[in-house]
Each structure stands twice: as structure tokens, then as C-alpha cells.
């Protein structure tokens, strides 16, 4: 109400200002009581409400980026308006060749349905204020403001009739102002598609850049047709590219006499065929008959409209696989060498399948991926021997959620293939198939910023370590009770997976995995971190640098002195405790992906 009151003060003082000025200066030329109100419209205090339309032209460009626009989702009731799915295709048609649009239902559309008058963008009053007249009585006259009310607005401005009275003397008037400056503007018609409109003439300008890219389109629309006979050569003529060229061609018959034919585009959706000039055409003769009536039966062809495509039904892929494999070697000898050493012979199998399920229309996407590494020393003397086994699967079923975050269930399960001793003792297994095996769950959220980065947490999680053959296998080496084959732990997972390609032949791939036990020492957080870097030399062979450290409170080894001998308790137990686990492998390997 404030705001209001001001507005009604500042319009009034504005117009006491022009009316002091105006009386004054029509006092000196004896202007008339017209000049008053050509004053009060100079000071835009009065109104008119006839505008006449901007001459719009906008480029090929301009229209594109106009229509894009104003083919926003927010911008419209429906998304599904036949309006603005026709925008939409004429923009792709005109960004994207080749030319197949819906010019028809555009130019065909009745434009004035959508239109909004520029005076719904501006809230009207009436404001009382004395209007002094110039001039004696005899020589008044009467002036109208008439707004003309649109059927399909309902917009009826009430007429007002300004009286003269004589010279020094005044009265109160009331005059139609603009009291605020609206900006949106909405059809009260239900058939309306836009939700608002945010400045004049749009529905013109919409109507002026589809024309605009319809006659754009229908100029630029080419197409090339190649004409072929009994010879081996292949005229190709251009339809609609304004070139008006004329093609060359011989016409060659069964006894291999030619013909000169010129062949070109004389105009839109037309063939020209010239014969060469100066050559003479005589019928085949029929025994007795003189010359033969031969003629050519032509069917007319309507190239007027587009012809209808058929509706070609694309079915998307959900499921893509992939398969990785990396095979390693590296081998050294020795013969007689002096400075001492043995020899090795080492490999590494590294093999990795991707299944990765995407299902736009129910927001359900899937990762997966199953890995087998399994790598083998040979030194000196000794024999072969195990020195990398993992054997694990990871999946993760998303559902959208919001921006690119997804509601996210995982499943992780680690294990080994053969069975581990501690070398060099090898007759105490120390892991097997199955033993230990680790099972994690968790249910949150999974973050994709791009495609090669996926960010997920899950504060309900659920982690499982088991050992089923005990008799074999010391189950305290992964933090299981003596009495037991099985350790729960209920928790919260982070894990991070990226591949950065800095170049295109060199890929850096991390995968972190952290694990926090909400009961038994959350600070204590347990750690897989797996890092590899892959540099391409060419199609089939790559450098290779792999490091993988792990970290879990609940596995401790025995702490060893200076002599590598244990360290004893006060009570005369070995001392153990949580250690940090490393291994790193440089090599170049045998690379294929399928």
C-alpha cells in the first residue's frame, strides 16, 4: 500500500511539474487545450494504446537461437504441445541436414491465437489530478482515449471523456496511468501452449523466425540423383542447389551409338533434358506402314508435397559388454656373472569383464564387472610359486534420483583362486578359494559428475569376512575370533572409481574403497586403494604400472625386531598388530579389448 501511495505522489508532482511548464509556455503561443494533452503523452503520463509491430528479421542463426529458446520445457503447459515439438524438429532440421520438417502443420498454424496485447504487460490505474485548460470555451473541443478490447483477452479499457472548460479555471480528471511494468504475461485461454510470455509480440517473432527457417530449409533442401545407361559412366545431377548447371551426358543405344542429352536442375523438383543441338530424330519403320507411332507412357509425379517416411522403430541397447585382458611377462638369466644373482621368470594374467545395463525410460542403470589376477614367480632354484591372486565382482544397480545423483545399491565380493602359503614356509596354507572371502553390501547414493567418475556412499552398509575350512586356515589372520568362522561388521562405504586420460594413449585408473565400523573403532577406517597407469606403445602392447595398498584394522601381523625375530608381550605372546599392505608391479604387457 506504501509502494502504491508513493508511486500516486511521484506521478502527481511529475505531473504538476509539466502542467506548471506547459501552462506557461502555452500562455506566450495561446496554444490549445490539444497541446495540453500532447504534453502530458510527451511526459508519459498518458498512454496510447496503439503500437504498431516492429519490422522483425532475423537470420537463419538468429531464428535458430530465438526458436531454441522459447522451446524450453519450463516454458510451456505441456511439453508434449504439437507446437513446440514442431519447433523443436525444424530447429534440429536447420542445425542438422537433411531436410525433413513440419513446415506444413507451422504454416498452417493460426498464430493470432497465441497472441498477447502489449498493454497485458503493464498494470493499469487511475489517478484523480486538476487539469488546467487554456483557451476560452467556444473554442474547446473533445478528446477521447479509446482502447479497442480484444476478443480473446477480455482487456476493455473504460472510455474517458476530457471536458474544456475556460481560460485560468480547472477540473478534476481522471486519467488511465501505468502503475507497474509486469514481467510475465499470461493468456487466460486454456487452448494457450506457453506458460508465460515475457515481453511483447512474441507470438509475431515466433511466426516471423519459423517462416524464416521454413524458407531457409526449402532454399538450402538438396538432394543428388545419379543418372546411368548402358555405358559405365555416372552423371550425378544436384536438385535444388541453384547452380543451374548442365550436366553432359551420352546416350548410348544397343548398337552403341550415342547421343548427346544435357541433364540439369532447371528449377525446384524439376529435371531438365536437352538433346544436342542440330540432331535429327526419325521413328523406326514398321514393314509397310511408313513411319511408326512410338511414343513414351510418362506418369505425373505430385512433387509439390513431402512424401510420407515410414515410422522406423529403433530399439535401444540396455545391455553393453566389454572385456579387458592384459598378459605379462619378464624373464632375466644368468650365466656365470660375477656380481652375483639368480635367475627369474615372472607373469601376470590380468582379466577383466564389463556388463553394464541402461534403461532411460525407467531411470535403471546397472554396473558391473567381474576380475581375475593371477600372476607367478620363478627364482633361482625354487619352483613356481604364487605371488598375485585376486579373484573378485562388484555391482551396482542405480535408480535415478535427482541432478546426477542416483539412489544406489552395491555389492562387493573378494576372494582368491589358488591356495597361499608364507613363504618360504610352504607347507602352512595361509588362503585358499573361498578362505578367507569378504562380502560387502550398502545401500545410498552414487554420484556421477561425468562419465568417467562415479562417487558413491552408502551409510548402511554391511560387511562380512568368513573362513569355512578352519582347520586349515588360521581365521585370526583376518581378524575372525579363535572360536569362530565369521566376523559381522555394520558400517558406513565411500568408494571412488576414475579413469583420467591426460592424453589419448595414456589412461590413469584409480579405484578406493574405505570402509568405517559404526561399533568397533569407526576412526579406524579400513582402506583398499588400487592404482593403475597404462601407457599405449601400440595396438596390442602397453607399459603398465600397477600399485594396490590395503590397510585393515582388524588383520595384524606379528611385529618382528632388527634380527626379523618376534616381538614378545609382557606376557609372553607374540606382539601384533594392524600393518600397511603394499604391492606395486612395472611391466609391459600384452593388451586386447574386446
Known amino acids: 500500500m506504501r509502494r502504491i501511495w508513493l508511486q500516486l505522489i511521484v506521478s502527481v508532482a511529475t505531473l504538476t511539474v509539466c502542467i506548471n511548464v506547459h501552462g506557461q509556455a502555452s500562455a506566450d503561443t495561446s496554444s490549445t487545450a490539444l497541446e495540453t494533452v500532447d504534453s502530458l503523452k510527451k511526459a508519459v503520463l498518458i498512454y496510447s494504446p496503439f503500437r504498431d509491430t516492429p519490422d522483425i528479421k532475423l537470420t537463419a542463426g538468429q531464428a535458430v537461437e530465438f526458436l531454441k529458446k522459447y522451446s524450453r520445457p519450463r516454458l510451456w503447459r505441456n511439453v508434449n504441445d504439437p507446437l513446440r515439438q514442431a519447433i523443436e524438429q525444424l530447429v534440429f532440421l536447420a542445425s542438422y541436414p537433411p531436410f525433413d520438417s513440419s513446415e506444413t502443420f507451422l504454416k498452417n498454424y493460426k498464430y493470432d491465437s497465441i497472441k498477447i496485447p502489449w498493454e497485458r504487460f503493464y498494470v493499469w490505474d487511475t489517478l484523480q489530478f486538476n487539469v488546467p485548460v487554456v483557451g476560452p470555451a467556444a473554442d474547446s473541443a473533445d478528446f477521447d482515449i479509446n482502447t479497442t478490447a480484444e476478443t480473446d483477452s477480455a482487456n476493455v479499457f473504460t472510455q474517458r471523456r476530457y471536458d474544456v472548460f475556460p481560460e485560468n479555471t480547472g477540473a478534476d480528471t481522471l486519467m488511465l496511468v501505468m502503475k507497474d511494468t509486469l514481467t510475465e504475461a499470461v493468456s487466460l485461454s486454456p487452448n494457450f501452449p506457453f506458460r508465460y510470455y515475457s515481453s511483447p509480440f512474441q507470438a509475431d517473432s515466433l511466426e516471423t523466425a519459423v517462416s524464416s527457417l521454413i524458407k531457409y530449409l526449402e532454399e538450402r533442401d538438396s538432394t543428388v540423383i545419379n543418372f546411368s545407361g548402358r555405358g559405365e559412366a555416372v552423371v550425378p545431377v544436384w536438385f535444388n542447389s541453384k547452380s543451374n548447371s548442365m550436366m553432359r551426358y551420352w546416350l548410348k543405344n544397343e548398337f552403341n551409338d550415342s547421343l548427346t542429352v544435357w541433364i540439369g536442375n532447371t528449377g525446384r523438383d524439376t529435371i531438365g533434358l536437352f538433346a544436342e543441338q542440330g540432331v535429327d530424330f526419325r521413328r523406326p519403320m514398321r514393314p509397310g506402314t511408313g513411319n511408326a507411332e512410338a511414343r513414351v507412357n510418362v506418369e505425373r509425379q505430385d512433387r509439390s508435397r513431402l512424401l510420407e517416411l515410414q515410422k522406423i522403430e529403433l530399439r535401444k541397447q540396455?545391455?553393453?559388454?566389454?572385456?579387458?585382458?592384459?598378459?605379462?611377462?619378464?624373464?632375466?638369466?644368468?650365466?656365470?656373472?660375477?656380481?652375483?644373482?639368480?635367475?627369474?621368470?615372472?607373469?601376470?594374467?590380468?582379466?577383466?569383464?564389463?556388463?553394464?545395463?541402461?534403461?532411460?525410460?525407467?531411470?535403471?542403470?546397472?554396473?558391473?564387472?567381474?576380475?581375475?589376477?593371477?600372476?607367478?614367480?620363478?627364482?633361482?632354484?625354487?619352483?613356481?610359486?604364487?605371488?598375485?591372486?585376486?579373484?573378485?565382482?562388484?555391482?551396482?544397480?542405480?535408480?535415478?534420483?535427482?541432478?546426477?545423483?542416483?539412489?544406489?545399491?552395491?555389492?562387493?565380493?573378494?576372494?582368491?583362486?589358488?591356495?597361499?602359503?608364507?613363504?618360504?614356509?610352504?607347507?602352512?596354507?595361509?588362503?585358499?578359494?573361498?578362505?578367507?572371502?569378504?562380502?560387502?553390501?550398502?545401500?545410498?547414493?552414487?554420484?556421477?559428475?561425468?562419465?568417467?567418475?562415479?562417487?558413491?556412499?552408502?551409510?548402511?552398509?554391511?560387511?562380512?569376512?568368513?573362513?569355512?575350512?578352519?582347520?586349515?586356515?588360521?581365521?585370526?589372520?583376518?581378524?575372525?575370533?579363535?572360536?569362530?568362522?565369521?566376523?559381522?561388521?555394520?558400517?558406513?562405504?565411500?568408494?571412488?572409481?576414475?579413469?583420467?586420460?591426460?592424453?589419448?594413449?595414456?589412461?590413469?585408473?584409480?579405484?578406493?574403497?574405505?570402509?568405517?565400523?559404526?561399533v568397533h573403532n569407526p576412526q579406524n577406517i579400513d582402506v583398499d586403494w588400487e592404482f593403475t597407469l597404462a601407457a599405449s606403445l601400440n595396438w596390442f602392447t602397453e607399459l603398465r604400472i600397477n600399485t594396490h595398498l590395503i590397510f585393515d584394522d582388524d588383520i595384524k601381523t606379528t611385529v618382528l625386531d632388527s634380527n626379523k625375530q618376534p616381538v614378545l608381550n609382557t606376557d609372553g605372546t607374540e606382539r601384533k598388530t594392524a600393518r600397511v599392505q603394499f604391492k606395486e608391479m612395472v611391466g609391459i604387457s600384452l593388451a586386447f579389448k574386446f
Do not use: C
Request: net charge positive.
Open 318 to 518: 540396455l545391455w553393453k559388454y566389454r572385456t579387458e585382458t592384459n598378459l605379462a611377462f619378464s624373464q632375466t638369466g644368468l650365466f656365470n656373472w660375477v656380481k652375483g644373482g639368480e635367475n627369474s621368470l615372472s607373469s601376470l594374467l590380468d582379466v577383466t569383464g564389463y556388463a553394464d545395463f541402461n534403461n532411460d525410460l525407467k531411470k535403471l542403470s546397472s554396473n558391473n564387472f567381474a576380475r581375475l589376477k593371477l600372476g607367478f614367480l620363478a627364482t633361482g632354484d625354487n619352483p613356481i610359486r604364487k605371488n598375485t591372486d585376486i579373484l573378485e565382482t562388484n555391482t551396482k544397480v542405480n535408480h535415478k534420483a535427482f541432478g546426477k545423483f542416483d539412489f544406489s545399491v552395491i555389492m562387493l565380493f573378494k576372494t582368491q583362486l589358488l591356495t597361499g602359503y608364507d613363504y618360504p614356509n610352504d607347507s602352512v596354507a595361509v588362503s585358499k578359494i573361498l578362505n578367507p572371502a569378504m562380502l560387502t553390501l550398502g545401500l545410498g547414493l552414487d554420484y556421477k559428475p561425468n562419465a568417467q567418475t562415479s562417487i558413491n556412499f552408502s551409510p548402511f552398509a554391511y560387511k562380512l569376512t568368513f573362513v569355512t575350512d578352519t582347520a586349515h586356515i588360521d581365521q585370526t589372520k583376518y581378524g575372525i575370533a579363535d572360536n569362530r568362522k565369521t566376523l559381522h561388521e555394520s558400517g558406513l562405504s565411500f568408494m571412488i572409481s576414475n579413469v583420467w586420460q591426460p592424453i589419448p594413449k595414456i589412461s590413469l585408473t584409480n579405484r578406493l574403497q574405505l570402509f568405517s565400523n559404526y
